[in-house]
């Protein structure tokens, strides 16, 4: 499932070629994908003009002049491919239609953004851009991982008193938005504590520790494009990267990076997950 840094690099990849522009037609070519597509989704987007793009927690949200916004959940494999546009130094042309292409957007200028799920666990919905806070895919999130409101006060607090183990806590998306299991694994061993911890038996100032973990953990994947594992993909269809440079997840036996610890990456399974980490230098 991409994660926070994945979809914020779909929607810096696909936000120049639809912020401005104009939605010339929309083609929906099937009824549902995770959920029904809402009523009359191809013509609420056609004619409409593309104020901006934003992302709220692992969706990416698309503002319209018809006071809408369009939800973008991109699911296991959904991709958001664009063509007909210059993407850097190359144009890639527009290619026939593919079995899985469920939603196509042909924008005025010439360019096509195609939303392609193959195994159809994406989802799109539109909402009334001025109560998107009441949708009830958003209205439960938790403060945005990189913004203000996310800070050492604010986790300590959560997390306080809590009996769940300090990786669950850390997935819940009523604490935090937009964490997945990769980023959590990393976070905890770059903070040295064991994925099992229990988030409420923890220090304070350990708690406090992790803000800035996740910040730079996030900030350093978003710069990578992403991690790319199965089906992801940027929106010109490259591979992200940072998944050549994680230090715990998916290194099972793999020696610890860090220096003068000799003990290898174990995995345990927490609540259906592998949790990836090194037994010791994770207390």
Request: net charge neutral; charged share 25%; aromatic share 6%.
């Amino acid at each position: 499932m991409p994660e926070l840094p994945e979809v914020e690099t779909v929607k810096s990849g696909i936000a120049p070629v639809m912020e401005g522009r104009v939605i010339a037609q929309a083609d929906v070519n099937r009824p549902d994908l995770r959920w029904p597509f809402p009523d009359r989704m191809a013509e609420r987007l056609t004619g409409k003009r593309v104020l901006g793009l934003r992302r709220r927690s692992k969706y990416i949200l698309v503002d319209l002049d018809s006071a809408e916004t369009l939800l973008i959940h991109l699911g296991m494999s959904g991709r958001m491919l664009i063509s007909g546009h210059t993407v850097g130094e190359f144009h890639h042309p527009h290619p026939a239609p593919a079995k899985h292409d469920h939603v196509v957007l042909h924008m005025d200028d010439g360019a096509r953004i195609t939303f392609n799920d193959a195994r159809r666990f994406g989802a799109m919905d539109l909402m009334e851009t001025a109560t998107q806070e009441d949708h009830w895919l958003i209205r439960d999130l938790g403060p945005e991982p990189l913004g203000n409101a996310f800070n050492e006060a604010y986790l300590i607090a959560r997390l306080k008193g809590r009996n769940t183990p300090i990786k669950s806590a850390l997935l819940d998306q009523r604490i935090v938005s937009g964490l997945g299991n990769i980023y959590v694994c990393e976070v905890l061993f770059r903070a040295g504590i064991h994925p099992a911890c229990k988030a409420g038996q923890i220090s304070a100032s350990r708690i406090a520790t992790l803000v800035p973990l996740i910040r730079d953990v996030l900030s350093e994947a978003i710069a990578a494009g992403g991690s790319s594992l199965r089906d992801y993909r940027q929106t010109d269809g490259e591979l992200g990267y940072f998944q050549h440079v994680f230090q715990v997840y998916d290194r099972e036996g793999e020696p610890c990076v860090t220096s003068g610890c000799d003990r290898t990456i174990t995995r345990i399974v927490q609540s259906g997950r592998s949790s990836f980490f090194c037994p010791q230098c994770q207390r």
